[in-house]
């Protein structure tokens, strides 16, 4: 039954369907449930540091149940995605009661969507991978599994990496930063790609073109099925799922650094480089994504069996209540930057 407390994950689809289908402030019912009743909830149940034993978590690791709970996701999502647009482009709603089905679309992106494609594009299998790039699609960040995969886990916690946010950086110059420092990378990173496999720009292979084909086609589908007004909110929803990530970027690296060594190269990749948070409901809710720390320090390790360290920066809060912090820079710094290691507090031009 333990097994099973990854399902607690579908309670964001749940939110969003009742989001859907109603009128009003319910409208807003998944942003009410995953920043009031999640945050209220970890400070209830409080933190789990617990790690599973060696021979647990390997049988944890090749039981398909968890791989299963991932899969389901794609036909929630993509099914109240598709019953959103329907009610958007058939309904006549008040203009605040259209941004509440807005913001809770665009949290199940980015919850149900983002955040298993970002667990599913680091495994091995292509139709997983297939999987990871199909959610990505609705989000309108299908270059990111390219970035994330092939930059990001190499240059975490350096000034070369786009994903990871300087120390005194406000969350809304890193939305600006981020978004457009990785789309370049990605492109670079596909060249690279390209040229190791000998393959020219104009091939099939480069998968940079065919993001920009596939998520062009999703959109023009979009309009030729419910108008202007669904293209809208297509875009709207993506956009929206995308600058969460982007939040949740920035929470997981901010001010962390990695600094070079004697042979002018980067320090190893350790579990001082992430932030983590063991808060047990957005462990679960979320996939495990909070034990940040173990992911970066070997991504290859399903979501079910990454580990706590003690040496792992802590964030005092969960990812909910440290995005909405994260919102008000001011409370943001003065809650984080005195838990950021005084060797790593370099102040960079902004």
């Known amino acids: 039954m333990r097994d099973l407390k990854y399902l607690a994950a579908y309670t964001i689809p749940l939110a969003t369907a009742l989001s859907i289908y109603s009128r009003g402030w319910l409208t807003f019912s998944t942003v009410i449930f995953a920043f009031i009743i999640i945050p209220v ?62 913001f809770s679309t665009g949290i199940l992106l980015a919850t149900n969507a983002i955040n298993v494609a970002h667990e599913l594009g680091h495994r091995k299998s292509n139709i997983e991978r297939v999987f990871s790039k199909t ?35 406000n969350v809304y110059s890193f939305w600006i930063s981020s978004i457009v420092k990785q789309y370049f990378d990605a492109w670079k990173k596909q060249k690279e790609l390209l ?14 073109i065919w ?3 596939i998520q062009s086609a999703y959109l023009t589908g979009v309009y030729a099925l419910f108008d202007f007004k669904g293209l809208l909110f297509a875009v709207a929803v993506g956009v929206i799922s995308f600058l969460f990530l982007e939040t949740i970027n920035y929470i997981e690296h901010y001010g962390l650094r990695r600094f070079k060594t004697a042979s002018g190269r980067y320090e190893r990749i350790r579990e001082v480089h992430s ?11 979320l996939y495990e994504l909070t034990r940040h720390s173990d992911h970066h320090f070997k991504s290859s390790k399903k979501y079910q069996t990454l580990n706590y360290f003690e040496q ?4 005092p809060y969960g990812y909910p209540l440290s995005i909405l912090l994260s919102l008000i820079p001011p409370l943001w710094f003065k809650t984080i930057n005195p838990l950021v290691p005084e060797k790593m507090k370099i102040t960079q031009k902004l």
């Not at 092939?150 to 000034?159: D, F, M, R």
């Not at 496999?197 to 091939?203: I, K, L, N, Q, T």
């Not at 932030?275 to 809710?285: D, K, L, T, Y």
């Open 312 to 315: 792992s920066p802590q964030l």
């Open 135 to 169: 959610l990505y699609m609705p989000c309108l960040y299908m270059h990111f599994y390219i970035e994330h995969n092939y930059g990001h886990h190499l240059k975490v916690a350096t000034p070369e990496d786009g994903a990871t946010a300087k120390y005194n950086q």
């Open 41 to 102: 909830t970890e400070i209830l149940v409080g933190k789990d540091k617990k790690n599973l034993k060696t021979e647990e978590a390997e049988k944890k690791r090749h039981n398909s149940l968890f791989d299963l709970m991932l899969y389901l996701n794609l036909p929630i999502v993509f099914g109240l995605l598709y019953w959103a647009l329907i009610k958007v482009s058939t309904e006549n709603y008040y203009i605040f009661e259209m941004i509440g089905v807005c």
């Open 211 to 213: 993001y920009l084909v």
């Open 195 to 208: 040229k190791n496999c000998e393959s020219g720009f104009y091939s099939i292979k480069n998968d940079m």
């Open 275 to 285: 932030w983590n948070s063991n808060h047990s409901i957005g462990r679960i809710v």
